[in-house]
C-alpha cells in the first residue's frame, strides 16, 4: 500500500537531505497591513518580526482553505497514493486541522486527518515519523499510528518575552497575558491538548532560560532523544540554549536540529521567542 503523508508549514523543519521521505507541505497564510501571502512562499519571519517591533502594524494569520487541502489529497491519491494521511498543528491553536477535516469527508476513508496537539517540530516530529512509516510501506492504518505514536513521545516548551502576542491572536487567555504584565512575570510554556498552556512563571529572561532547560531534559526522560530548538529573531538565545542541551544530554542526544519560526507561529508569539521541542525514541529504537 502506498500511503502520502501531507503536513502543514507551521512543522518548520530543518532541511532534509535528499533521501528523507517525502511530506508534501500545506501553506497557512499571513496578513501584513492588509497584505495576504503564503508562508514560506511569500513572506518570511523576518518580515513577521519587523511588523510586530513596529506595534502599529496589524499582523494576522489565516488557515489554509477546504479546497486548497482537497486539491492536495486529489493530487496525491491521482498520482498513485492508496491513501493520504494528514498532520497538523493544534486544533485549539488554528482552524487548519478543521479544513483538513472537512476537505477528507470528500475522499471517504482514503484520507486522515490527525491533530498532533501541538506545532512546530511538536508538529514536525509525528509528520517525519508518519512519512518514514509510509516510506516502509505501512498500511494507512500503520502510519496513523507511527505519528500518534510519536506525538506521545513529543513534548513542546517555549519562552516568550511578554504575553501580549499570544493574548491577541486570542491563544491565550486575557487573565494569563495580564499576569504576566503585571507581575513581570517571564513565562515558560507548553503545548497541550488544551492549547498554549503556562508551565511556569520565573522572575528574569535569564532564569526562565535556564528553566528551559532544566524542564527540557526532565521531559527527556531517561532515554535517547532528538532535540528540536526553535527561535524568532532571538539567534543567539537559541544557540545558547542549544550548547546547553548538548551539554546535560551528552550521548542521549540522537539528533539537534535550528530552525527559525516562519510568519504564522511568529505572528502570534513574538519576536525573543526560544522553543525546544523534545522527541523521545521508541522504545527498543
Do not use: W
Given at each position: ?17 535528499i ?22 512562499v ?10 510586530l517591533?513596529?506595534?502599529?502594524v ?23 497514493a492508496?491513501a ?7 486544533a ?13 469527508e ?5 484520507v486522515?486527518v ?44 517555549f ?24 507581575l ?24 526562565a ?13 531517561d ?32 539528533a ?9 507561529v ?20
Amino acid at each position: 500500500m502506498t500511503v502520502a503523508v501531507v503536513t502543514d508549514s507551521t512543522a518548520y523543519l530543518p532541511p532534509m537531505p535528499i533521501a528523507a521521505p517525502r511530506l508534501t507541505v500545506v501553506p497557512l497564510a499571513v496578513v501584513v497591513n492588509g497584505v495576504l501571502g503564503l508562508e514560506t512562499v511569500d513572506i518570511d519571519s523576518a518580515t513577521v518580526a519587523d511588523a510586530l517591533n513596529a506595534r502599529r502594524v496589524a499582523v494576522t494569520t489565516s488557515r489554509p482553505s477546504p479546497e486548497a487541502f482537497s486539491q492536495v489529497y486529489r493530487e496525491q491519491l491521482d498520482s498513485g497514493a492508496d491513501a493520504v494521511l494528514s498532520v497538523h498543528l493544534s486544533a485549539r491553536l488554528s482552524g487548519t486541522y478543521d479544513a483538513a477535516v472537512l476537505a477528507a469527508e470528500e475522499f471517504g476513508d482514503r484520507v486522515e486527518v490527525i491533530d498532533t496537539q501541538s506545532t512546530g517540530m511538536g508538529l514536525g516530529f509525528p509528520a517525519l515519523a508518519a512519512a518514514e512509516a509510509a516510506a516502509a510501506g505501512g498500511s494507512l492504518a500503520q502510519v496513523r499510528q507511527a505519528a500518534l505514536d510519536a506525538v506521545g513521545r513529543t513534548t513542546t516548551l517555549f519562552y516568550v518575552d511578554t504575553l501580549e502576542f499570544l493574548r491577541r491572536g486570542g491563544r491565550i487567555g486575557a487573565g494569563a497575558a495580564l499576569l504576566g504584565t503585571a507581575l513581570s512575570v517571564k513565562p515558560i510554556l507548553h503545548t497541550t491538548d488544551q492549547g498554549v498552556v503556562v508551565r511556569e512563571k520565573v522572575r528574569t529572561a535569564g532564569r526562565a532560560l535556564a528553566r528551559l532547560v532544566d524542564i527540557a531534559v526532565e521531559a527527556s526522560g531517561d532515554g535517547d532523544v532528538d532535540v528540536a530548538v526553535h527561535h524568532l529573531a532571538a539567534p543567539d538565545r537559541a544557540d545558547g540554549l542549544l550548547t546547553t542541551l548538548k551539554e546535560r544530554l551528552g550521548e542521549r542526544l540522537r539528533a539537534a536540529y535550528l530552525t527559525e519560526v516562519g510568519a504564522v507561529v511568529g505572528a502570534h508569539v513574538g519576536p525573543g521567542m526560544v522553543a525546544v521541542v523534545v522527541h523521545r525514541a521508541a522504545a527498543g529504537a
